[in-house]
DNA sequence: ATGATGAATCAATCTACCTTATGCATGATA
DNA sequence: TATCATGCATAAGGTAGATTGATTCATCAT
């Protein structure tokens, strides 16, 4: 069914040759010596069994053989380049970014306005979910991952550190006149007090935790929806500090405490450590380091 | 104005894997080994910056790019596929000969036919002229050509030896009773008595040659004409006898001695020595040895 | 004549590619 | 559940083939 294909270096040199009418210039264009062309020329020549080229005095031209071939072969070139260049521009027309749910909806979502401005012909495409994504079998181009920072073969910059303190709204706090050390939480309703991240805070903050429910892992997960109660005035939550800088900044939460609880987790940029020059994925790091840098920044620990 | 070339060693290879959804089928394939190939498609994503496969545990799938990808470099090395298989093909349709303008008007013309019965898909192209071709600079494939057999680069096989000797049409002879020693012919007209062949035989002959006109350079390549004279009755010619082997069979010329005068050359078939091995080259070499073979064996010396 | 240009050739070098061997993960099998 | 089989990745090493640099040769221009 399949003819053999021709040895395709010598055919990428064939084809700048017929097109310079000339070993000399053809190698120029190639970056390498005219000899190397003549050897490549001749090599195609031997294995089609014909010249391809006459050899005029100060310029080559042509045979028939070779007239017939070049345009094909131009064609054929010109397809893989263009195949090759969509493949590497169109690479960058999408960025594909695997994120933890309470990333994606709490941070992400607001601040991923701005890279668009920034770079309008890139398109982002969230992939939301908790699981470890596999770079190798699943086509994602970066990850935002919680945990200690260590995965192999990954190259990996760290967001900020998973800090949980106490949040509630500011209307809450006002109905107790206002909150001014950790013992007056208790005197609120506490959200989730099964969380762990209770646990260690109070003990941190210097407060009773015997009186906590125990419950093995924490609601992580849940973030979004324990703080959305904690704005409503419901009660107050336990979360990630860095993840609510934008509430605290509109006013809608605040963070009564500069205790933090931390269980060794942060927040993670991860990419393959092979993939780390391409285009967009340098381009998004680079954004998205800025972006939480100034995001951090910009709301002062205590904003209440 | 131009985007850069892919690996193409690495594109081929490519396009094997995306065919079979397999490096290992792929490898076998190419006959190579599955860590080349592995190898190979590595070194393309680096280069693209995108992968092509995702890695699924018991096959490898085509992600979007590579997907974006295959079709076109399939049609590219198909192109090339066709291009490679036509200027194979293409060369072997039509043969070039260029040959000595005696040779190809007494033997070739009568002989060919015989050649194309055998191999009738295979063209051949004359090209008559007394010039030596220069094979790197003119689209022939192969010569006849005479003289020492010494052509620095050339294969070179020797068709007969150039020996001359008179001939004479059987009418002529019979007017004077037969030619039975070599004295007669001097009682018949001398056809281009300057021809230093002529000389040559005579001595050879132990006759005298005072009488005869001095004249450097033989007329070679008016030997059709001489002999058409001879044949018509008009004298005795002094010619290339290989090349008259046909006339002798069919009566019309007589060659009445053994006696043969040579002045060293012969005819040759010569080609390129790096183009040996092409297909209509051998068929055309093989087809001419036996030719001349044949000629030479049925035609006995003396044919009168 | 003389010099300049362009290709062929040769020997020496180098490097990209391939192979072998191994490891690893996953499904299949018992 | 343990074992086996399959398929890809990786590392190390060797080699064929490509490339270079120097030279030659032929031709054309001055």
Redesign the pocket.
Known sequence: MSSPLP?L??IR?FDA?ARH?????A?EE??????????????LEERIGAPL?L??????SLTEVGQQMAPAVADALNLLRDAYATARGGAQGILTVSTLLTFASNWLAQHLGSFHLAHPTLAVRLDTSNHLV?F?REEVDVAIRSGGGEWP?MAVHKLFDADFTPMLSPGLAASIGGVHEPADLLRLPILDPGDPWWREWFSRAGQPVDWLAERPGSSMGAQAYEARAAMAGQGVAIVTRALFSAEIAEGRLIQPFDIVGNDGNAYWLVYPEGRRNVAKIRVFRDWLLAEVEASLGNTGPRAA
């Open positions: 040895p270096a010598a040199v040759a009418a000339s070993f000399t210039k190698a190639l970056g390498m010596t005219q000899a190397a062309v003549s050897y490549q020329i001749k090599l080229f050899r005029r005095p100060r310029q080559v596999d190798t073969g």
